[in-house]
């Protein structure tokens, strides 16, 4: 992020036909021709559940096969390109074939679940429960060398007409994943594999709960013995797939919150110091300086804000969170510097009118004596005033570049029901939309020289 940018979010599944295909594509080259040269999607993993949450996976390195583009061949099976990729991916690959596949012949049980000698992966055991289905792990590896191809397309398409994808990791994985499977030692379990305590936040903006999210929490110690060495592996993972990626829930390097297992909310839960700097500047060694972005939103204490400004990592200012009346609220303008990314909202926002409609007329009134043009329209007003804004990147959602309302939103923090399932509307995002945002991207110094 060396000079002013803007972007667009908007995930796979959300594209016409939700796959990495024609639509993908053609939205590269759309934004490419009005100067928006960031694309911001979503984590590429298989959910847990089809169509289900990208940020509860199987597997925090595989793809998910439910984005491959099927209308086209697959690439060949065989030859330099095939053997040198899986050579490179073994580490995470094989596992995740193993687990995968095991998992399918138990009804998608999770692990702790299985016999013992599977669910400890005896390796004598689960060459046992696998010897008869070559044709399952095969097809799961074809899966992945599918996606990885097709995925190295739009990227090299991308990188032609000087777009950056942008991708998202989330800080934690999934306890019914491979790599809790296969990695037990780096986590904090019990001897029968299950969580001693598992992850959330406490309440804040978007649940008076909290939210109980579940996952397994780290041992850090046990990731420190080899210098973090998974870590650095998931890093240049994401590398691979993405120029620029977030890292989601960023606090949790600082201090993380601890729920019990046997609590219903996340309200009864207990921060607990993490790693800080040690894991995060492996973090950027193995990326690259100016390729992480830290989700810095939620209980954010000046002890995080250092480990983020001292690893040189720009921050998150959502304007929809700016007019709680507090003239230092740090998602205001006039609190946001350069070295941050701006939205209008982001995945877990309402969308822009739809938040708009929720405020009452005293919110409305201080939301436009900071517009550039009160008497602008929303969503584009809000639009406006994140590009015009000193931070380095600014982003805006899909659906507010559409003007949709709350029946477009992608997702509602802790509830399940009826999320990560908006898809636009085949055509919607046109030529004529991209080029209305286009005019503004470029008349607040957001296109890049060639």
Known sequence: MAVRRAGVLVHLTSLPGGVVGKAAHDLVDLLADVGVTVWQVLPLVPPKVPGGSPYSATSAMAGNPALIDRSVAPPTQSGPAYDAWLARQADWLEPFLEFTALRTLRDDAPWTTWEPGLRDRDPRRVGEALADVPDLVAALRSDQWTFAEQWRQLREHAERRGVLVFGDLPIFVGHDSADVWSERRLFLLDRTGRPTSVTGVPPDYFAADGQRWDNPHYD?????????????????????????VRIDHFRGFEAAWHVPTDAPTARDGWWVRGPGAAVVDALVDAAGPGTLVAEDLGVITPEVEALRVGAGLPGMKVLQFAFDGST???????????????????????????????????????????????????PWALVRLALASRARLAVVPAQDLLSLGSGARMNTPGLEAGAWAWQAAPGALSAEVLQRYGALVAAYDRVPAS
Not at 347 to 356: I, K, Q, S, V
């Open 328 to 378: 230092d609220n740090p998602h205001l303008p006039a609190q946001t510097g350069e070295w941050s990314v701006v939205y209008t909202g982001t995945h877990d926002n309402d969308t822009t009118l739809g938040w708009w409609a929720g405020l009452d007329e005293g919110t409305r009134d201080a939301v436009r004596r900071l517009l550039p043009d009160p008497d602008e329209p929303m």
């Open 220 to 244: 850090w110690d046990a990731m420190a013995a080899d210098g973090y060495a998974w870590w650095r592996r998931r890093i240049t993972r994401q590398r691979e797939l993405f120029d620029l």
